[in-house]
Every structure is written in C-alpha cells, then in structure tokens.
C-alpha cells in the first residue's frame, strides 16, 4: 500500500509540472534533451504533408488534437519522422494549431499555420473575342483578396480604357471601353488580376477584330490559257485564312501550292497559290474557289486554242442551258468557248421556252433537239446543223411557226401532235429538208387553224404529209414532184413551182 501511495505522489506531481506549462515555448525541467527539425509549419491553403523529424534523449510522446491537422505518429524514438497532414483550409481566415512534444518535463510546442485558400474566381470567360466595332466589355470575377492588382499592358491603353470598377453583392466588375479597330491588324490585350496571395496571376485575354482585307490578282473571274502544260498563279493578299480549291477540272488543274507567306507593316499577308495546268486538246472548263470569311473569290479556268474562234449566243435560254451543262465558258456579254463536253454534246432537252434557234449550231454534234417555242418563235431553223435525227417539239398551246428547215439532217420523220393549232400569221407555212420523207400534223383544235397555205417545194424525197386544218386551200409543189400519201381536211388545189 506504501508504495501504491508513492507512485500516486510521483505522478501527481508530474502532471502538476505539465499542467503548470501553458508556454509554448520550450520546457525542460530535468535536463531532458528534444528538438525538432522545425518548430514552426506555414502552409498554404491547399494544405499538403510536411515531415519534422524528433531528435530526443528518450522516448516521447506528442500531445494535440485537431479536426484539420493530423500527425503521423504520436510517440517515437529519437530519429523518428512525424508526417503532419494538412486539410485544406476552406475558411476565409488563417488556421493555427499548437501541438507539443514531451519527453520526460521537456516540452518543446510545435506551431501550424494553414492560410485560406485566396482565389479568384472568373465570372466571364478568359478569353474574349471581340468585333472591330466600339464596343464595351466586362470582366466579373469573386475573390477573398482585398488588395488584388489589376493591370494591362501599356500599348493596348490606346484603345482599351478601364472605366469604372464596382462591387455588388460580393462581385466585382471591371468595365471597359473598347475603341473601334480601324487597322488591318488584330489587336490583344491580357488585364492581369495579381497579388503576393495569390500561387498565380488570372490573366482575361481581350482580342479584337481587325478590319477585313481580301483581293486576288488577276482579279477577272474568268482566265483563259492556251492548250499547253503550264503553271499559272494568283497574287493573294489578305489578313485572313483563305482555303483554295479546285471546284471542277481537277483532274487536269492539278499541284496546288502556296508560297511562303510575307506580311507588311499594315498586317497584310502576301502569298503566290499556283496550280499546274495539263495539257489539253480542245477547249474545256474548270475553276478554283478560294474561300475566306470575307467574299469567296471564284475563277472560272478556260483551256482553248488561242485561234478558236468566239461564240456569239444572243439567246440566253440556249447560253445558259449549255453553261449549266458545262458545254461552254462565258468570256464576256454573250461570247462564248465552246468547251470539249460542249462539241461532244448529243441532246438538246430545254424545258424553258425559245424564241429561236440561234446558238445551237455551235454543238455540232447534236443528234437530238426537243424544244419549247414561245409565242415569238416564228422559224424553227437548224440547218446549220448536219446531224439531227430526231427534233421534237412539245408546245401544248397555240404555235406561231411559219418554217421549218431542217437542212441535211438526216430526219426522216416529223411529227407534231401536241400543239392547240397553228395561230394568227401562219396562213403560209413552209417545210425545207433534204431528208424528210414523212411529216405528220395534228392540231387539238383544227377549226380554229390559221394555215391556208402549205409550200413543199424544198422538200424533195418526202412522201407523206398529212395535216387535219380546216383552212387548207393551196399546196405548193414542184413540176415533177409527187406526194404519194397525201392526206389533208380540206379540199385543196395543187400549185407547181
């Protein structure tokens, strides 16, 4: 019981000396050595591990209890590493812990400091882009640092102006006036937020548009080269991203390339775009598009014989069914090259209505013609054609027709079946073909017909006509010539000529 009651002395007084040392700084009642690597551990926000190593005559023991700061370990030997984990300090005010080493009475307190985390948060995008126009801008963020620094570099002053710079629940605006871009250059400027709290500076990046410059040189939108392999090109000089193409032809516009590009002082790039031509034997038609954001320039690249002679087409149905078609290359006005898919070209099949024929000579390699006449379509004339087969004509209305020539072509029937009748100015009608031997007539309204008058004359080897007009009074034809199957609605007289 006697000694029971010393160890009940010893320890009595031992924890009256502990509880008697509220300093935080060092203790050593009994000569007891501690020390450690660091008495102190500053840390940012984000916390993290920092290690203290504990060098001690004996063991020891570590006191302290935190929701926010846990050690490792909480006695040792001498040598030992204590690991403090740190968790990050969401508040917006420092964090201190005191935690103390004992080795025997020795205490030698260890100070945690865990600052907030200090941040600014961006409200507006980091990267603005802006029209070449005068304009405003804002930049909105959050931040717990009072003392934050806001700058921007001096040689964007001239067009970016900080004009006020309020507060609002918490928020923070910075407006700025931005003056209009008359250069041919895009401007930047970074507005940097920065402070000695802060791991980094949050830079907003303000961009503005330039003013638009495109132009290609030869700027005509059609380029005609002879029929020879060469290489041509185009002066290119803008501030913006251009994209060339071959739009048709590629495969004889071929090896596009662009040269090494060099910028003026004014912020305009000059480039050379060449393309390879290969050569041709006939005339043909390709073009190359190069596009940008400011107009898309379009040329139109015509590979003829320098001899070849210049199609004149007055009749813009015909011009602009053959260009659709890609049968020619409008030069100029209404002249024309005729192209290599336009010589090769069989069949005409317009479904828009025609005054005339003019133009059509010009493909002499059509086999078949199917037309709509118009009101003003008077003469249906192909002679100047040779290798027509088959011509079709599907007016539905009244026709004002008053010749046909077929020339040499080797038609050997007509027919016309659709049309309501022969109008007013159709009392002489006139067949010419060398070829024809068979013509076949019938109007959907024959007593309402305006043909009094029918000349075959020109038409040698024909022997079949027939027509159902009610107003039928003379045929002409020649002293020897014959009609065997002649078939008409009226009672006619015959005329030789």
């Not at 000089?237 to 004889?252: D, I, K, M, Q, R």
């Not at 006005?333 to 024929?357: H, Q, S």
């Given at each position: 019981m006697n000694l029971l009651k010393r160890i009940s002395i010893v320890l009595s007084a031992t924890l009256f000396l502990w509880g008697c040392s509220d300093s935080d700084e060092p203790v050593n009642e009994m000569n007891d050595s501690l020390s450690l690597s660091t008495n102190e551990i500053k840390i940012n926000g984000l916390g993290g591990e920092v290690a203290v190593t504990v060098t001690s005559s004996d063991d020891w023991r570590l006191?302290?209890?935190?929701?926010?700061?846990?050690?490792?370990?909480?006695?040792?030997k001498s040598g030992d590493e204590v690991t403090f984990t740190i968790d990050p300090n969401s508040l917006d005010e420092i964090r201190t812990a005191t935690f103390k080493f004992f080795v025997g009475s020795t205490v030698v307190p260890l100070q945690v400091e865990c600052s907030p985390v200090y941040a600014v948060d961006l409200l507006t995008e980091q990267k603005i882009d802006l029209p070449r126009k005068k304009s405003d801008v804002s930049i909105k963020f959050e931040s717990n640092v009072s003392d934050l620094t806001i700058t921007y570099s001096d040689d964007s002053k001239e067009w970016l102006t900080l004009e006020k710079q309020s507060e609002f629940i918490g928020k923070t605006t910075l407006l700025f006036s931005v003056a209009e871009n008359e250069t041919y250059k895009i401007r930047s400027a970074d507005v940097t937020l920065e402070s000695p709290l802060l791991d980094e500076p949050i830079v907003v990046n303000i961009t503005q548009a330039c003013v638009p410059y495109f132009t290609i040189t030869p700027s005509e939108t059609s380029q005609k080269y002879d029929l020879s392999e060469q290489t041509i090109s185009f002066?290119?000089?803008?501030?913006?991203?251009?994209?060339?193409?071959?739009?048709?032809?590629?495969?004889?516009?071929?090896?596009q390339t662009i040269s090494k590009q060099q910028t003026?002082?004014?912020?305009?790039?000059?480039?050379?775009?060449?393309?390879?031509?290969?050569?041709?034997?006939?005339?043909?038609?390709?073009?190359?598009?190069?596009?940008?954001?400011?107009?898309?320039?379009?040329?139109?690249?015509?590979?003829?014989?320098?001899?070849?002679?210049?199609?004149?087409?007055?009749?813009w149905v015909i011009a602009e069914y053959a260009e659709?078609?890609?049968?020619?290359?409008?030069?100029?006005?209404?002249?024309?090259?005729?192209?290599?898919?336009?010589?090769?070209?069989?069949?005409?099949?317009?479904?828009?209505?025609?005054?005339?024929?003019?133009?059509?000579?010009y493909f002499p390699n059509l086999t078949t013609i199917q037309i709509k006449g118009s009101s003003d379509l008077e003469k249906v004339d192909i002679s100047k054609l040779h290798k027509v087969t088959s011509l079709t004509i599907t007016n539905t209305a009244t026709i004002?027709?008053?010749?046909?020539?077929?020339?040499?072509?080797?038609?050997?029937?007509?027919?016309?079946?659709?049309?309501?009748?022969?109008g007013s100015g159709c009392e002489d009608l006139v067949f010419i073909s060398d070829n024809l031997q068979a013509i076949n007539m019938k109007v959907q309204r024959p007593?309402?017909?305006?043909?009094?008058?029918?000349?075959?004359?020109?038409?040698?080897?024909?022997?079949?006509?027939?027509?159902?007009?009610?107003y039928v009074e003379t045929l002409y034809l020649k002293p020897d010539q014959t009609i065997p199957n002649l078939e008409l609605a009226t009672k006619y007289k015959i005329e030789r000529k």
């Open positions: 006191a302290g209890t935190y929701d926010w700061a846990h050690p490792s370990a909480t006695s040792g002066t290119v000089e803008s501030n913006l991203e251009y994209t060339p193409s071959v739009v048709s032809g590629a495969e004889w516009i071929t090896n003026d002082d004014r912020g305009i790039t000059t480039s050379t775009l060449s393309y390879k031509l290969l050569a041709a034997s006939n005339a043909r038609v390709g073009s190359v598009r190069v596009e940008n954001s400011l107009k898309n320039a379009e040329i139109s690249i015509i590979q003829a014989d320098p001899n070849t002679p210049v199609a004149s087409i007055s009749n659709t078609n890609g049968w020619l290359v409008r030069l100029a006005g209404n002249e024309y090259i005729i192209t290599e898919d336009g010589m090769k070209a069989t069949e005409f099949a317009c479904t828009k209505t025609v005054n005339d024929l003019n133009g059509l000579e004002y027709i008053k010749e046909f020539n077929f020339g040499d072509n080797p038609i050997t029937s007509f027919d016309l079946l659709s049309a309501r009748y022969f007593g309402s017909d305006y043909v009094e008058r029918i000349d075959l004359t020109q038409c040698p080897v024909l022997h079949t006509f027939k027509f159902n007009g009610e």
